[in-house]
């Protein structure tokens, strides 16, 4: 396999760094998020998992889509085209929830214009874990620790520095210039967690919508943001033309695509005031089904990629591997027939 | 389990057999030994209760939910909360502003040494200076004795605060909210926060903008502390909900200190007290 050492990966960071922006993990007030970075120094690389994932570098919370000028005829403009980045020391998990953005926004007609525009100028780094971290559940969903899925190149840690595997022609772009040793060793396996339980079928999320168990759970959930913004998959927004000069006979406009999830309480309201999601069973019921059932159902990958960011934030203590386990139960108990 | 899990394990038996409540709200562990709110509406299941100093959620905020008549005809339900001392506060400023009904309300109030989060002691429970709730149906006390400081300041921590010039609480702030993603679970958390359509999200009129930057965010952290003055418990849901370790509780508890000293007024020491701000009290008096 291909190796690089600490030094000559440093080297060429510090080399990307000239020429194109460069991502990375940083520490910010104690949290650790994807930022951009001046230094290779900034770099963190020594982390279970981020607190925020990188998806703000592809799905920006806030983000102008269109600018609008109304005078005495109405001006369009798209905004610049994003200038290409290397995102790098992305875990597996993070990289997998491309699949399922990709599903929407590029696979599914309409292309969304932006995110294309951001997919198509960023190049995945990853860094492959050497176990599954305490809330993890990667395999539970299909992923893995050392998963290649949506990455460019994965980094694996070993003794003499990184593992490197080029995955594809953008990996293959801004590696072109690296020189890498050849090691005869094979890559170490990473330390998985036993007796995760096993995800139940849509049809059988399905089966299960009506069930009690989903006004019980709602109990404690707050309807805040928080677990939709920190998971890496969830991609609901909202859309505003939001007023930025006004003058005598000319308004400017910026149309912004800002975060939004429908575990919050107003998602779902429409005009005229009625909102189908008004109660909060029914609204974390659809957070569920939405990542196990409707999206694996309406586009194929499933909304959920196992990183366990949305069990440790959760202010209600609401776990969504207990979900899964419980659903798990639920479903063997209507296959006895109890 | 301890004699305190003992008793309020018996407590909600007995007001869930005796058909007094319908539900008690408690603290319970989940399957990773975590402590998460409890809702427990059989007697039976009253045994999943638990207290201690990692019980550091506020659960007034749950009586927001059961405090309407679930549909015509019915009444509103009748609800049991298990309560620390600052938690019982907020009880009296929902009764005050008239959101739950005494008797629709059963407290068991718990005296209290203070509860942490991730092994940190929360910073209200390093300078509270009651260690009993002010009000209660029933009291559970602990079997170690309880301290109650009697000269430490409960607002504290503010000094330094205090002590910075206007430009340096500004770039404090500005570096706090930097990491904020408007999540909004401070507000869900917060007793006191309970507007139907906050001014945050508000389409018609459109306060602020839907973006997540850092003008909207301070918009939104500095307008709710407004609302709050007055109001705040200083019971710091909001720093605890917080998933990006902001302290928030900082700015809402700074103003309740503003409120003590000029008003000589502290939410929520009776369920009677009129709500200061809102209310004209001809007497009150702005202390000099």
Redesign the interface.
Known sequence: MKVLTQKKLNAWLANLLQTTVVAAPVE????L?YRKIDEVSQIVLDFERT??SPKTWLFP??EPILFIEQGVETKLKEPPKPEPIVLFGVRPCDARSLLAFDALFLDKAPEDPQYARHRESTTLVGLSCPQMWE?CFCTAVGGAPNSTDGLDILLTQIEEGYAVEVLTEKGKKISANLVFEEKKTSLPDPKLIQGLPSLSKTDEWMALFNDLYWE?LS??C?????CS??CPTCRCF?V?D?LTAIKPGLKKFER?R???TCT?S?YRRIAGGHNPRDS?KKRLRNRFFCKFMFYPDDFGPLGCVGCGRCID?C?????IL?VI?NVEKMTEREKVGG | MTSMDVQIRKTAKKYLDEGKVSCVIGYERDSRGRVRPAFIEKPEDADHLIWSSECSLNLVTYLHQRKLSPGKDQPVPKTAVVVRPCDVRAVNLLFAEEQIKRENIKLIGLTCAGTEINGQQRINCKFCQERVPVIYDVLIESDQPIEIPTDKDIYADLEEMESWTAEERLAFWTKEFDRCIRCYACRQACPGCYCFECVAEQVDPHWTSIALDKPEKMFFHVMRAYHLAGRCVGCDACEAACPMDIPLSKLNRKIAKEILDMFDYRTGDTPEDAPLLTCFNPDERLRT
């Open positions: 910010a007030q104690g949290k998020v607190d925020m919370m806030t809330s019980q109990n404690s707050l309807s805040c943001r928080a913004f920190v909202d505003r939001e912004l800002a975060w939004d919050a107003g909060q934030v202010p209600a203590g609401i776990d207990e386990a």
